[in-house]
């Protein structure tokens, strides 16, 4: 491997990934056959609020939460059900996403935009509890 920059990464991470649009997201916010997961860290939540019906999974122990086999596996990372991932921008999400098909997840997306575009295009948001 040679040296590679995080953008070249997060565009090989899209280009075999779903982008799914805010509007999209939102049509399945409360659909029991998809769980949206918020990757962003707590302090980012707590100062921007969430989306509602959302589930949170910081990035950084995103591995640990998604593993089955693993003490801090997270059960909104069902493998049964469609997976749709979210950060601020969509860049983490990105890399998540592509993380989660590594790890054997098949039905997994990522919202384009992230929470910015949510924010633009909806704004219905709730505070962090």
Known sequence: ???ITVKEMIK????????????????????????????????ELIENGVIPGSHHASR???????DPKCEY????????K???LFCNSGAR????????KTMGY????????GF???MKEIGVIEDFS
């Open 12 to 43: 090989s991470a899209k280009q075999n990934l779903d982008e799914v649009s805010v509007a999209d997201v939102k049509k399945k916010l409360n659909s029991s056959k998809t769980n949206i997961i918020d990757l962003r860290d707590t302090a």
């Open 1 to 3: 491997m040679g040296d």
């Open 116 to 118: 910015k575009a949510w």
């Open 82 to 84: 469609e997976i749709i």
């Open 60 to 66: 950084g122990h995103l591995e640990f939460f998604a």
């Open 73 to 80: 596996y997270k059960d909104c990372f069902n493998k049964e």
């Open 106 to 113: 098949k039905n997994v997306s990522h919202m384009k935009g």
């Open 93 to 100: 999400s990105a890399l998540a996403a592509y993380t989660l």
